[in-house]
């Protein structure tokens, strides 16, 4: 029975983490390049209204997924032209873009409220994926496995190859690598393109893994906890997964708690517990180095002109 | 989870219009009347403030050219409300509706500033010359969902997932839970307070987790389907909420308790045409067609389908009182006494629970 409610515990767990891994690792690589994007919830709301409506227009979750990405990106496309090439400013346009998010799927989404589809389902064949306990490993959607997947995919491309060596001198000196001859707004470009995929994806999740429904304003904030996540993670892909899962985790065990009548640890104290984790790492990072600057790229939110 | 954003979406289209016809004089007798409404939360929700916008559509339907309604969605609880209040007041508008407890105060404000105008609270009990409340019994639709659960769990547990402890959701964990527990004396509901009226995926996982613990029926005092869609998942059973959510769940869903606001509303905006219009606090039941039970699922036993029938006639028949003493709270304090029924003012300060509730 414990056996059986643990494993439940780590499906919930895992399925609670991953739209908010995604959407903070699309912003990490955004961040990494200079450019600071609040509009992730926006982009989120945008990629789970259209994957919802692809997805019920064609009965395929798979093309509902792509089609989440290709919103993000639109979206987030949106917000690198004011930026990049309007040089608006980011915060403000970040901000707005949010705003607008929610309107726009909302808009999209009338005409879907209260339909529902076919869940995205687990990968592995029956054997694997409903086993009492091997499901915990392979009972996952596929979703879940390129999550992981992207975070090392991420990880190698920023630490190991020459293109993510660029992307983080774009980040960390726009005006340098622009005098050394690399393309600082294309790159920036291709950045928050990614970014906005990924976000979309991660908005997707929600209508069609979690909840197969489209409600107003469907992924309830977790957008703002992507963002927060990456300054969590120091802009670092491993400790964004680790982080990711604490999130997970927390928001899982709280409601375990309370299912399972135990009263004297208050509810509201595991609810508060990762905004209070943010807050402590950013105050140990900060007292660490004397800067302050807590890792984030140097360039992060300026506007770049080229002169 | 609460967004800082918050969206707004103001319906014009009778605002301008009416505005202008004082300056016209005669005209102003065949002028459609304004009938303006507050939501709290997106028409999109598939909940409580859909069923608002439901009851808009009625009177829309019912009066036809005669009115001209408009509304303004998403509207923050505090102080930003009595802006969007005032708004839809100097539109024009001679009847306002505010769907939601926290626009109390707002109302009472801006209706001082508007004493023509009929301002109408849902869920309140702040009353003015001119502003009246209304709301439902949605306990009484709670005893008749509590009834089912009782004959159709096995494991003699229900999970509950309540927004925050106000009298209103307490009222209805308790109804549900003295209900079921008629049928089945060892009957437990174990809630779990979501803090929040909207976080679709929360609210599932919220689910998961009580059927984690045993819990084989699944009902909710949250805003959207996701719970059932999780039981549905899980193969147990669930309940609707505010509306019918069976295309949600087609097998999970036994039945739903529907908020349907038309009824009111249509006679309301009847008398403010007619001048007839006063202020008062209605407080609509299963018998006044406030509170609809959808149909049953074709998985409801008939004992079970007899059982929740009677309890619903009588209700309806004033025989039966979903609060009959004795109750006590889980202390063993006598709450209601042998006999007796709660009376509506034990109700809307309720903030115990009864036997068999693990909040």
């Given amino acids: ?307 | 989870m609460t967004s800082i954003i918050t969206r707004r979406r103001f319906n014009f289209g009778a605002g301008a219009a009416a505005a202008t016809l004082p300056l016209i004089g005669g005209a102003s007798a065949q002028a459609p009347l304004g009938v303006g409404f507050i939501y709290v939360g997106p028409v999109g929700d598939h909940g409580w403030t859909w069923t608002h916008d439901q009851g808009r559509k009625a009177l829309e339907k019912e009066f036809g050219a005669k009115i001209k309604t408009s509304f303004i969605e998403n509207v923050a609880e505090g102080p930003d409300a009595q802006r969007a209040i005032r708004q839809l007041a100097q539109a024009g508008n001679r009847i306002i509706f505010t769907t939601s407890f926290g626009f109390m105060n707002p109302t009472i404000q801006v209706a001082k500033q508007f004493p023509k105008i009929h301002f109408e609270h849902a869920t309140g009990y702040q009353r003015a010359e001119n502003v009246a409340t209304y709301n439902a019994r949605f306990y009484e639709g709670r005893a008749v969902i509590g009834t089912i659960a009782g004959h159709m769990s096995k494991s003699g547990q229900a999970g509950y997932i309540a927004s925050f402890p106000i009298p209103e959701v307490v009222m209805g964990i308790n109804a549900f839970t003295l209900a079921a527990r008629k049928v089945n004396p060892n009957f437990k509901t174990k809630v779990i307070w979501a803090s929040t009226w909207y976080d679709p995926a929360k609210e599932a996982d919220a689910a998961k987790a009580l059927i984690d613990q045993g819990a084989d029926m699944i009902t909710q005092h949250t805003d959207s389907a996701a719970a059932l869609q999780a039981a549905e998942q899980r193969g147990v059973f669930a309940f609707g909420q505010a509306s019918d959510m069976s295309s949600f769940a087609p097998k999970a869903h036994l039945s739903a308790i529907v908020d349907d606001w038309s009824g009111y509303y249509v006679s309301r905006v009847k008398a403010a045409m007619d001048g007839t219009w006063k202020s008062g606090d209605v407080w609509g039941g299963i018998k006044d067609g406030f509170v609809k039970i959808a149909p049953y699922n074709t998985a409801v036993t008939p004992a079970a389908r007899a059982a929740a029938d009677d309890v619903m006639k009588g209700i309806v028949a004033g025989t039966l009182h979903p609060f009959t003493g004795e109750l006590k709270d889980l202390k063993g304090e006598v709450r209601v006494k042998a006999g007796e029924k709660a009376s509506d003012e034990v109700l809307s300060k309720m903030d115990w629970y009864v036997d068999g509730v693990q909040a």
């Avoid at chain 1, 919802?52 to 093309?63: C, E, P």
């Avoid at chain 1, 915990?136 to 190859?161: E, K, P, Q």
């Avoid at chain 1, 927390?250 to 905004?275: C, D, N, R």
């Fill in chain 1, 1 to 307: 029975m414990t056996t059986a409610i643990l494993v439940s515990i780590v499906m919930t767990l895992v399925a609670a983490s991953t739209p908010i891994l995604l959407a903070a690792l699309g912003e990490l690589v955004v961040e990494k390049s200079g450019v600071l994007n609040l509009g992730v919830e926006g982009m989120m709301l945008c990629g789970a209204v259209a994957g919802f409506a692809v997805a019920f227009s064609t009965g395929s979750t798979g093309l509902g997924l792509v089609a989440a990405c290709g919103a993000g990106i639109a979206t987030a496309m949106v917000f690198a032209v004011l930026t990049l090439s309007l040089t608006a400013n980011q915060v403000a346009t970040g901000l707005a873009l949010t705003i607008f998010g929610v309107g726009v799927s909302s808009l999209i989404g009338a005409g879907f409220v209260g339909r529902t589809i076919t869940r995205l389902g687990p990968v592995f064949p029956a054997a694997l994926s409903e086993h009492p306990l091997l499901r915990a490993v392979f009972g996952h959607d596929i979703v879940v496995y390129l999550s992981l997947a992207l975070v090392l995919g991420v990880s190698l491309f920023l630490r190991r190859t020459r293109a993510g060596l660029i992307l983080r001198a774009v980040g960390e000196n726009d005006a340098s690598a622009h005098a050394i001859g690399y393309p600082v707004i294309a790159i920036r470009y291709g950045a928050i393109a990614f970014g906005g995929a990924l976000a979309g994806l991660g908005g997707a999740y929600f209508s069609l893994a979690l909840t197969p429904m489209w409600a107003d304003r469907l992924t309830a904030g977790r957008g703002w906890i992507a963002l927060a996540l990456v300054v969590f993670a120091a802009w670092k892909p491993g400790r964004l997964l680790l982080g990711a899962y604490l999130f997970g985790a927390v928001m899982t065990l709280e409601l375990q708690a309370k299912a399972a009548g135990i009263t004297w640890l208050a509810p509201e104290l595991l609810a508060m517990a990762p905004y209070l984790a943010t807050v402590a790492v950013l105050t140990m990072m900060s007292i660490g180095r004397k800067t302050g600057r807590l890792d984030a790229p140097a360039c992060l939110g300026k506007p770049f002109s080229a002169s």
